[in-house]
Structures are given as structure tokens and as C-alpha cells.
């Protein structure tokens, strides 16, 4: 969701060199964008003397201006160890005396969608922004391309309305529990020509083989078998995406395919689908939102309690409301 920010730091300095950092399970998501001159892969875990090596390293070039979209300890003191001419970030609880410029991330009423967020500090360089663009992920190459459509032909779905199916989003506040969704996937197995793809990361593997006993026959998984790239590209061809706030929720916000998001602690105003044709399923609750840490009433009731008809119903909609061809691309 940086990226919209990132076109625009491009349009308004044609002539400026832009680095990005990012973490290695992200890079194939950031590489090849036309918008960036330069990507610093680090990974997730570093010792010490590795991320104060990689730091001295960057302060070399000598930067400008540094613009701290994420806002997490590691990358605010590698904010203020680049010794950068103009620090920007967000007013951080004991940490935003590392930056020059310091802005909220919401306002005094209300909630800023997180591109805005990002987008706030490329105007606190002067810069106007008159729309908003749109996300950007670079498309997959003709090796993953291969991969999906061999996929697609192999599973016969060429004529299918293929549904992409999040099955887990990383922690418990974010899982809607393997029952709901094998309940949800036996719904979407009554419709003509709707197929399920199960999609998720290497250790969602275990969820994925539950549901795959328990759900219908005919139900697909490439849980733990796609890179980033190849995901948005299964995404691309699909008619529907379905699953929780998260990361290839925002990966199929990159593309035309119409989204079905079901959010928990996190509000849609500060995380929907960028510039997509989306539909919400939530519960109003008060503890709504929540920091993550712990459950107020240990059952996470805010996602747990959304029902599968509810989202079922919600798929339905987008379904017939797409005029999009089983066998057409998103552009």
C-alpha cells in the first residue's frame, strides 16, 4: 500500500534517486517497479551487528530525505542511523523524536486509510496530490504465468468461475476457524460452475489439509505453493477473491477482480481494498478496533461470529453482479 506514494514521489521528483527497503519475503512485490531506482532486500530476522552493518551501509549514500512507511522499531532507528538530511514518520509513542517531521496516523475525527497515511508523508515534503493512484505490483514473469495457466488447464477450470479462498491470515485475531470455512466452501460448491482454490502460506499447510477432508470434492488447494507474484496472477484470472484483511487481500486489490473481505479487529477505513470492487462482511462491536494483543473476550468474537451464509450471500452478490467471462483476464 506504499505504492501509490511511491508514484507519486516519482511524478513530483522525476530526476530523484529512490531507494526502498524491504523485507525478503517481500521483494518479488516491490522488484520491477518502474517507480524505484534501487531495492535493499533485508531479512525478517537480523543480528544486531548485521542491521548495524546494513545501516552504515546506507547512510553512504548519503540520502536527502528518508520516508519511514512502516513505523516499527526496526525500521525507526534505521530511520535515524541513515543520519538523513529530512527524517519523516509517524507520531510514535517514544519514538517519534527520530524524525524531523512527525504526522499522526489518524485524524483529530475519524481514520485515514493506510495508503493516505503514506501518502501524508510525501505531502509533508511540499507535494500536492490531487488523486490518489492506484496500487502497483509488478506483473508475474512468463515462468509463473506458465505456472498458473498449466494449473488452470490441468484442473480443467478453463470454463469455471474460479473462486480464490484465503484460508488463514497469519494470527488468531485474523483466522475465521476451519469450520466456517469449510462450511463457506461447501455453500460455494452448490453454485453452476464455481470452483475453490485454497490459498495460504507453507504453514497454513495443516489447516489446508483439514479443510480438504472435511470439505466438498472438487475443492483445489495451492496452499504453500505460490510466490507472491504467482498468487496475484492466480488471483488475476480468478472472478472472485474471498478471505480476511491481509496481505493478498491487498495483492488482489491490485488487480480487477472483485473482492469479498471479512474484517475483525481492523476497520475498513483504515485497511479496505484500495480503489476495488469490494464488499465488507463485519460485526459492529465496540471493542472494535483492537490492537491485536489480546481478545477482551478470549473468543474472537469479532471475526469468529461472522457466518458463513453472511459471507456466502456476500459472494453471491459479487458473483452475479460480474459480467466477466470465466475465461476472460483481468487487464
Not at 123 to 152: C, H, M, R, Y
Request: charged share 25%; proline share 7%.
Amino acid at each position: 500500500m506504499t505504492t501509490p506514494a511511491l508514484r507519486v514521489l516519482r511524478k513530483s521528483f522525476p530526476d530523484a534517486h529512490l531507494s526502498y527497503v524491504v523485507e525478503q519475503p517481500y521483494q518479488n512485490l516491490v522488484e520491477g517497479n518502474p517507480d524505484l531506482d534501487q531495492v535493499y532486500v533485508v531479512p525478517k530476522k537480523q543480528k544486531t551487528k548485521d542491521f548495524l552493518q546494513f545501516c552504515r551501509d546506507l547512510r553512504k549514500n548519503k540520502y536527502d530525505v528518508v520516508l519511514d512507511f512502516h513505523g516499527g522499531p526496526r525500521a525507526s532507528w534505521m530511520t535515524f542511523l541513515t543520519k538523513a538530511r529530512l527524517k519523516i514518520g509517524y507520531k510514535i509513542k517514544y519514538r517519534h523524536f527520530i524524525y524531523d517531521i512527525s504526522l499522526p496516523r489518524s485524524p483529530k475525527n475519524g481514520y485515514y486509510h493506510s495508503v493516505e497515511n503514506h501518502l501524508n508523508l510525501v505531502k509533508a515534503l511540499g507535494v500536492s496530490v490531487a488523486t490518489a493512484p492506484d496500487l502497483f505490483l509488478p506483473s508475474a514473469n512468463e515462468a509463473e504465468i506458465s505456472k498458473i495457466s498449466k494449473f488452470i488447464d490441468d484442473q480443467g477450470l478453463a470454463d469455471s468461475r474460479r473462486v480464490i479462498l484465503h484460508i488463514v491470515a497469519g494470527n488468531q485475531f485474523r483466522n475465521w476457524g476451519e469450520d466456517n470455512i469449510i462450511k463457506l466452501t461447501t455453500l460455494l460448491s452448490r453454485l453452476p460452475t464455481v470452483k475453490t482454490i485454497l490459498i495460504g502460506a507453507e504453514e497454513d499447510k495443516g489447516a489446508a489439509k483439514t479443510i480438504l477432508e472435511r470439505g466438498p470434492s472438487g475443492l483445489l488447494s495451492l496452499v504453500g505453493q505460490l510466490n507472491l507474484r504467482e498468487l496475484r496472477e492466480l488471483i488475476l484470472k480468478a472472478s472472485l477473491f474471498v478471505g480476511p484483511d491481509s496481505g493478498p487481500m491487498h495483492i488482489a486489490a491490485s488487480t480487477s477482480t472483485p473482492i469479498i473481505a471479512y474484517f475483525g479487529p481492523n476497520l475498513p477505513a483504515y485497511n479496505s481494498p484500495w480503489k476495488s470492487e469490494f464488499l465488507v462482511v463485519e460485526k459492529k462491536l465496540d471493542c472494535r478496533p483492537c490492537p491485536q494483543r489480546h481478545c477482551l473476550y478470549k473468543d474472537f468474537r469479532c471475526l469468529r461470529t461472522i457466518s458463513p451464509e453472511e459471507v456466502f450471500q456476500a459472494c453471491c452478490t459479487l458473483l452475479e453482479k460480474s459480467s466477466k467471462k470465466p475465461e476472460q483476464e483481468n487487464a
